[in-house]
Nanobody, 119 residues
Framework: VQLVESGGGLVQTGGSLRLSCAASGSTFSINAMGWYRRAPGKQRELVADITSGGGSTNYADSVKGRFTISRDNAKNTMYLQMNSLESEDTAVYYC?????????????WGQGTLVTVSS
């Protein structure tokens, strides 16, 4: 499985962006997916994740009410709608997929997309 993020960029405080994560390869093996971010000088942190069917989602407290995670399995794509962006949201955003290979679960990461929020 390969993951490619897109949609990052420069946006003003209060603005919106939508990130996409396109999966290719053995997409049938993908289970849960998630978005993570690494801000300058900080550890990578979970932003949001979503179950394989999209029926259950989980968000970091810092983004609840502002970000929405979704996925379209027919398109092998996951999204992150980010509204009311704040300077603290500036980070490289990564998507992750949990894949099932035989009896093992493996994590696959994208290369990241930079989101910069300016005031």
């Amino acid at each position: 499985v390969q993951l490619v993020e897109s949609g990052g960029g420069l946006v003003q405080t209060g603005g919106s962006l939508r990130l996409s994560c396109a999966a290719s390869g053995s997409t049938f093996s993908i289970n849960a997916m998630g978005w993570y971010r690494r801000a300058p000088g900080k550890q990578r942190e979970l932003v949001a994740d979503i179950t394989s069917g999209g029926g259950s989602t989980n968000y970091a407290d810092s983004v609840k009410g502002r970000f929405t995670i979704s996925r379209d399995n027919a398109k092998n794509t996951m999204y992150l709608q980010m509204n009311s962006l704040e300077s603290e949201d500036t980070a490289v955003y990564y998507c992750k997929a949990v894949t099932k290979v035989g009896f093992r679960y493996l994590e696959v990461w994208g290369q990241g997309t930079l989101v910069t929020v300016s005031s």
